[in-house]
Structure formats: C-alpha cells, structure tokens
C-alpha cells in the first residue's frame, strides 16, 4: 500500500487545548504534489456496553455541547495518559453508571473520523454487574438510562441513539447475542 | 431535558482551516460552575452503502494521514456548503467508486464523536448500480474493493475494517438484509 501513502514534509501544530491538539501538516501526495492535512490529534477512548443478566443495556444520558442536546450514549470517557484502555473502561463505568463489572471482553476497536482524528475508541463488553461506591466527577452530569438490548437497538432505528460508538458497540453486540430472535 | 444543558457564555474560535474550524467556548454548566468546551466544527459528511445485484459492496482503499495507514472504507465525502447529504453521496459514489447508483435509501445518520465534534455523517443504501463516468478528483488516491457484503462483516471482526461509518453502514445493511443467514 506504499503507492497511496502521504509523508509527512513539515509537521505544524496550531492550537493546543486541554484535550485537543490540531495538527496542520504539509504532506507530499502520491503524486509528489504538496498539500496541507488539518487533523484533530484526541488521546483515544474506552466505551462499555454494560449487559445486565436480564440481557439489558445501562445506558447514560448526558448534555453534548458541541451537537446542543443531550445524547443517549454507552458509558465512555477518553483515555487519561498513557492509560490502559480497559483501565479506562472499568473507570467510566463506575464514574458514569455507579456500577463495576466482574467480566470484561474487549469487542472491537475503531477509528471515529480518520478523515480529520486520530481517535481511536475501544469498545468492551461488561458482564455480571454490581453496585459500586464510585462517584461521577463533580463536572460531569450523567443520568443512567436501563432498557432491554432490543430496545436499545429500536432507539438506533428511530434516532434517539444518534453517537458513533453506541451505535456500533449495541450493534456489534446484538450480532454476538443474535438479539434479533428475541424481538 | 433542560436540568442537564451547558449554556455557552462566550464563543471562542482558535482556528480556521480549510475544513476544520475549532471552537473554545466558556460555557455555564448545569450547577452554575464555568467551563471551556473544546470542540471540532465539521461541515458534516455523506458515505454509502454500494450494493450490486450480487449482494457484493464496493468498499474504498486510501490512505488516511492522520491515524498514518490506509483505510478500508465506504465511499463517503464531505458535505459543500449548504449541500443536500444525498447530492453529496451520488457525487462522492461516482467519484471514488466510478458507479452511478439509480436506487437510493437513507439508511441512518449520526454523529462521528459529539464528545468534541459536531460533525454529522448521513449513511445512503445506493442499488442498482451502473458504470458512470466520472472522474476523481486530481488529488484523491482511491482505489475500490469489491467483496460481498458478508466478507465485509468479516472485516469487521479481523480488524481490517477500523472505520466508525464503514462498521454502522455494514452493521446496519446486514440488519436490513440479514446477510448472517447468507455466510
């Protein structure tokens, strides 16, 4: 795949923030023509899709600044530095939901946007819950939200689920379980 | 819903590029408390499902700089100013793919990472296809894949597919066509 590679000629950073870091590069094409790349680097991403024994999901409900409406979501939260993701994932789990889970399975890992991110989110599945003593962090304002996997699934159909990672994290699971026979 | 909403206090703007506009807002959280919200404005984008009358679907290689690999994708692209999303998609088809499709169905539509981007991707089921004669654009190195539909789940659980809208668009037409009953 050498023949489609872009190189790197000059590595420019214009904004450094709290979490984002924008990278505007000017990049050799295949064709040795000169372009600038602008792309977000993200420090990456666990999420969870948290299973009860009764085959439902625990959802979380939370404000979305940058789309202006509260999103229904997997629980997620990004990777602190050089954190291991299902570290992260046992962490926001506990933090978003106030549950921990006694069985993880890493389900897939992906990219969000790789047109203009670097982020990459790891997605678990977490199983045989109990109530933890954690706490949300004092800034973070999330409500849980529990429905059946086949519920979960309808709200993608109807658009009230309308985030990446859930989408694929519920979808991804329902072919595992193959809850469509459960409908 | 409005006991959960962050309300902006001063709007920030830190970089314009070509694409990406970056906002650094201080924003009121629902406890009265400040914060800055870091975020990505997008134009939004259109991908597509292209499936032939043999159940196969035309995937895209390219190189993607930020994550430095190439890519197994839909075909997709990113909105023009004020462009319709399924104008958007019958363009961007017949550009990466040189495939005209003359039945189209909005599948869903999502966003990619609204923790820190608005950015809104709309996902098309394009059929019917026939050869067009379009050409790609003079600085976009794409090359098309053909492989039926259930090979690419597959891909999806190698990890030779890593792309958030690739994996939803799959996911969901393999839900419209229940391709499992097919492998």
């Not at 229904?72 to 789990?93: H, M, S, T, V």
């Not at 006694?102 to 199983?127: I, N």
Request: glycine share 6%; aromatic share 8%; hydrophobic share 45%.
């Amino acid at each position: 795949m050498e023949h489609l590679k872009e190189k790197m000629l000059e590595k420019g950073i214009v904004f450094e923030g709290n979490i984002l870091t924008i990278r505007y590069d000017r990049v050799t094409l295949p064709d040795g023509a000169v372009r600038t790349r602008e792309f977000v680097e993200h420090p990456g991403a666990a999420a969870i899709v948290p299973l009860t024994a009764q085959g439902e999901v625990i959802l979380v409900r939370q404000w979305r600044y940058p789309i202006g409406q509260v999103a229904i979501e997997i629980p997620a939260g990004k990777l602190d530095l050089d954190e291991d993701p299902l570290e992260c994932a046992k962490r926001e789990l506990e933090e978003e939901t106030g549950f921990a889970a006694r069985r993880w399975q890493h389900m897939l890992s992906f990219y969000t946007s790789p047109g203009f991110s670097d982020e990459e989110l790891h997605v678990y599945l977490a199983q045989d819950l109990k109530v933890s003593n954690a706490r949300p962090d004092d800034d973070e304002f999330v409500e849980p939200l529990v429905v059946p996997l086949a519920a979960a699934l309808e709200m993608i159909a109807t658009g009230e689920i309308v985030d990446a990672k859930s989408i694929i994290g519920l979808y991804h699971a329902a072919r595992m379980f193959q809850a469509d026979k459960e409908r």
